[in-house]
């Protein structure tokens, strides 16, 4: 068995690897900018737009890395003082019940790290979004936003997280697998009733209107047999100038939404290209397929700390004097993360080749120029980076970049 020291020297290198590590890929993507227009994207960007988009991204980079760099010190503070087991000494004589005890250790936790990040967020959203034209979020739906963020943490993350220490502590190694059907459940009600019952909290949600566009989806609908009444616009200028589509839920439940600024910028034959790419990801049962993963990995990473949570060396790494499950789980968090990049690197090119698909079949199905329009405009209004490095691509990206997509729809043309 590993002692606490060799733990803590594990859990520092650890930290410090993955701070590295994003540091490097997006000191690789910022130098890997173009200081001219290419001349492949002319025609997607002008001059201008395109050295705002540069720009955008070195801001946004800097931005990123002392936000990164202020969590990293932070966090390495927190472990060389062991104030993961500091807090635990102090909130251990107040609380008598080791359940509330943990959540009310993961609650203050909670707590400090959002006031901590709070300027850094305000400062995104009201500075550098509202530079570039994108921020639409007044000061009320801000804060009315950290408000209901604060209420879904308590009651959905407070009653899962009740839940499986419940598990833990009393029944053992094995709650794993019952947390595991917990879980599973949960993410299917998620995908399920998440347009329906979270977003309406933040967004609202109306069936899209009668008129030539709702005509040209129902004409697309009819010619691939998809029975489609659930067409929804959300308004997403609410917040931001960029614009999205999503397809979501299961069976009846399955909902498109379109933000309206999507709507707003695009025509009805690059709209309905939009919603072919959504389609086909239903075609494809991309949806049915990322539910089984998700649910296959979430089973992995359970049985894995199923291993780890009753270490009591893992508790004393962290400062702590005896073994304690909620420092255990905060610590696994720090162990798991060279197989949470494995994964997400895997779970990152499924995505991508399921992007493929999708628009392989708006193609075939509807056409590829409306949606390679499309695909130019959202770039453009998004200020997206058209030369990320491919090693951030492989690293961050689940969508392939949008150059790529181009040049892959250019063979239906």
């Known amino acids: 068995m590993l002692t606490s020291q060799l733990l803590f020297i594990i859990i520092i290198f650890l930290v410090a690897f993955d701070f590295l590590l994003d540091q490097t890929m997006d000191y690789l993507n910022l130098t890997y900018q173009k200081e001219q227009l290419p001349d492949e994207l002319k025609g997607i960007y002008d001059d201008e737009q395109f050295k705002k988009s540069q720009e955008y991204?070195?801001?946004?980079?800097?931005f990123d890395f002392i936000q990164s760099s202020f969590s990293f010190i932070a966090t390495l503070i927190m472990l060389f003082s062991g104030g993961f087991g500091l807090l635990n000494e102090w909130l251990s004589p107040l609380i008598s019940?080791?359940?509330?005890?943990?959540?009310?250790?993961?609650?203050?936790?909670?707590?400090?790290?959002?006031i901590i990040s709070l300027p850094f967020s305000i400062y995104k959203t009201f500075v550098i979004e509202e530079k570039f034209g994108f921020n639409k979020?007044?000061?009320?739906?801000?804060?009315?936003?950290?408000?209901?963020?604060?209420?879904?943490?308590?009651?959905?993350?407070?009653?899962?997280?009740?839940?499986?220490?419940?598990l833990i502590l009393g029944i053992g190694?094995?709650?794993?697998?019952?947390?595991?059907?917990?879980?599973?459940?949960?993410?299917?009600?998620?995908?399920?009733?998440?347009?329906?019952?979270?977003?309406?909290?933040?967004?609202?949600l109306k069936p899209l209107e009668n008129g030539s566009l709702k005509t040209a989806i129902e004409t697309y609908s009819k010619k691939i047999n998809f029975p489609l009444d659930n067409i929804f616009v959300l308004d997403g200028s609410k917040r931001s100038a960029k614009a999205n589509a999503f397809f979501s839920g299961m069976g009846?439940?399955?909902?498109i939404v379109l933000y309206d600024t999507l709507i707003n910028n695009h025509s009805e034959e690059e709209l309905v290209a939009v919603l072919a790419h959504e389609v086909g990801h239903y075609k494809k049962k991309h949806i049915i397929w990322g539910y089984t993963l998700s649910i296959l990995q979430i089973g992995f990473m359970l049985f894995i700390l199923s291993k780890l949570i009753f270490n009591q060396e893992i508790s004393k790494a962290f400062g702590a004097n005896d073994l304690v499950v909620h420092i255990n789980l905060i610590a696994f968090g720090?162990?798991?993360?060279?197989?949470?990049?494995?994964?997400?690197?895997?779970?990152?090119?499924?995505?991508?080749k399921n992007e493929y698909e999708a628009d392989e079949y708006?193609?075939?199905?509807?056409?590829?120029?409306?949606?390679?329009?499309?695909?130019?405009?959202?770039?453009a209004n998004n200020l997206s980076n058209l030369t990320p490095h491919?090693?951030?691509?492989?690293?961050?990206?689940?969508?392939?970049?949008?150059?790529?997509?181009?040049?892959?729809?250019?063979?239906f043309n």
């Not at 991204?57 to 800097?62: E, F, P, R």
């Not at 019940?97 to 790290?113: E, K, V």
Request: proline letters at 5%; zero cysteines.
């Open 173 to 204: 190694e094995n709650f794993w697998f019952y947390f595991w059907v917990v879980a599973g459940i949960f993410i299917l009600l998620v995908n399920m009733f998440y347009t329906s019952v979270i977003m309406p909290l933040f967004n609202k």
């Open 390 to 411: 491919p090693a951030y691509v492989f690293f961050h990206y689940s969508h392939p970049p949008m150059l790529a997509r181009l040049r892959f729809l250019k063979q």
């Open 334 to 352: 720090i162990l798991f993360s060279p197989l949470s990049h494995l994964i997400g690197i895997a779970m990152n090119y499924f995505s991508r």
């Open 97 to 114: 019940n080791n359940i509330i005890m943990a959540l009310a250790y993961f609650g203050i936790l909670f707590l400090a790290s959002d």
């Open 137 to 166: 979020t007044s000061p009320k739906t801000y804060v009315l936003d950290k408000i209901k963020g604060y209420a879904l943490a308590i009651v959905i993350g407070g009653i899962l997280l009740y839940f499986l220490l419940w």
């Open 362 to 379: 708006a193609a075939t199905t509807y056409g590829a120029q409306p949606l390679q329009e499309a695909l130019k405009k959202l770039s």
């Open 57 to 62: 991204h070195k801001v946004n980079a800097k």
């Open 252 to 255: 009846s439940k399955k909902k």
